[in-house]
């Protein structure tokens, strides 16, 4: 019988998202908003995922753990398919989405790259937000995809992305200033009202408090849970105190493969897989 991680690890069950009896119960009844199966993904020879089943529940967080180079920001791409530029790249399997039509596959031939990457928003490790000012850099996703008819419709959807980034009173007379210009949490939190801009169903976070200090890293964890019901979240994270704090369901990747998955508390505190145990305490990383 494998050991809890809990006894070996910092993680206590205070650390774990609390919903309430509301979000409960969605969570119980959500849907997969994206299915993976089968799926199998190669860069020229090497095999980077092996045969991935995976749901992702719709409006919850999902959490990828794991090493270094295990497959999960290759998995993460795979979904708004930002490989397509990359001629060696092949796949097998596939990625299914759900929307008002129903599930489609993501690499279905008829479906059209730009608007299927129109519902998804990206956020990486690194702040980096666009070299103009707090305003443009929100209003520029909105603008391109036609979302705003004036100015004024254009000045209301910044502040609500704003709002929605918990920014909007620290921002709000600072518009006009460089993105580049702010703190570093600042930008992330950004960021994030940036990859908000277009409306996606979808964020994929890749480490986004993986250059943050604590209190930046607080405030966007904080961000999280105030959007958990109204978009999908993945997000990559090597601080597994983070993915107990801010995760609805745990997958566990090694080498490609994804050993174990899901509810974040069953996962973090009681493994099945016996490489997530190790890797959970610590053995390899």
């Not at 860069?43 to 919850?60: D, Q, R, S």
């Amino acid at each position: 019988m494998l050991a809890d991680a809990s006894m070996h690890d910092h993680l206590s069950e205070e650390l774990f998202v609390h919903l309430n009896p509301e979000q409960e119960a969605r969570l119980a009844n959500a849907p997969a908003k994206i299915d993976v199966r089968d799926l199998n993904f190669w860069y020229g020879e090497t095999h980077a995922l092996k045969k991935i089943n995976l749901p992702i529940v719709e409006g919850a967080v999902t959490a990828f753990i794991g090493p270094s180079g295990c497959g999960k920001s290759t998995l993460l791409k795979c979904f708004n398919r930002m490989h397509d530029v990359e001629a060696d790249a092949r796949h097998t399997g596939e990625i299914l989405m759900r929307g008002p039509a129903g599930l489609m596959d993501a690499h279905d031939e008829h479906i059209d790259p730009p608007l299927l990457r129109r519902r998804f928003g990206w956020v990486a490790q690194k702040p980096n937000p666009f070299p103009s000012s707090v305003y443009d850099n929100i209003a520029y996703p909105a603008t391109l995809h036609g979302l705003t008819r004036s100015r004024r419709e254009l000045n209301d959807h910044v502040r609500e992305m704003l709002e929605a980034a918990s920014m909007w009173d620290e921002m709000k007379d600072r518009l006009h200033e460089s993105g580049a210009d702010l703190s570093g949490g600042q930008q992330q939190r950004l960021c994030i009202a940036r990859a908000l801009s277009p409306r996606p169903e979808v964020l994929l976070m890749d480490e986004p408090c993986g250059s943050l200090d604590p209190i930046s890293t607080e405030r966007v964890e904080a961000l999280i849970h105030k959007l958990r019901g109204t978009v999908t979240i993945v997000i990559i994270t090597h601080n597994m105190e983070e993915a107990a704090r801010v995760s609805d369901f745990v997958a566990f990747f090694k080498l490609g493969e994804m050993l174990e998955y899901g509810p974040a508390k069953d996962v973090l505190l009681h493994p099945k897989n016996p490489e997530c145990l190790a890797y959970l305490t610590g053995q390899f990383g």
